[in-house]
């Protein structure tokens, strides 16, 4: 999970900053529905979770296009117990 993205992010110069600490899969820049304008989040992937692990302790508060970055495992975010609701 990347956060804090600036709203001119382009997804092949985060996969040249995140290729710096291991092969990246994909990268996908999250857009809204109907404006089609990046919401300031994206998921990066990397083929193994030394990659993955790397990228948060050397990416994480990087400036990037004048804005630092929070670099985070996805998982923490999916797996997360959810309150209320059914």
């Known amino acids: 999970f990347v956060g804090n993205l600036p709203y001119d992010a382009d997804e092949e110069e985060l996969r040249d900053l995140f290729s710096r600490v291991g092969t990246v899969t994909s990268v996908r820049v999250v857009c809204d529905r109907d ?17 993955a692990q790397a990228a ?13 970055l929070r670099v985070d495992g996805a998982e923490r975010e999916l797996h ?4 209320g609701g059914a």
Do not use: H, I, W
Request: overall charge positive.
């Open 35 to 51: 404006t089609k304008q990046p919401k300031g989040y994206a998921f990066c992937d990397f083929s193994d979770s030394v990659s």
């Open 56 to 68: 948060v302790e050397k990416l994480n508060n990087v400036e990037y296009n004048g804005r630092r």
């Open 80 to 83: 997360a117990p959810r309150f």
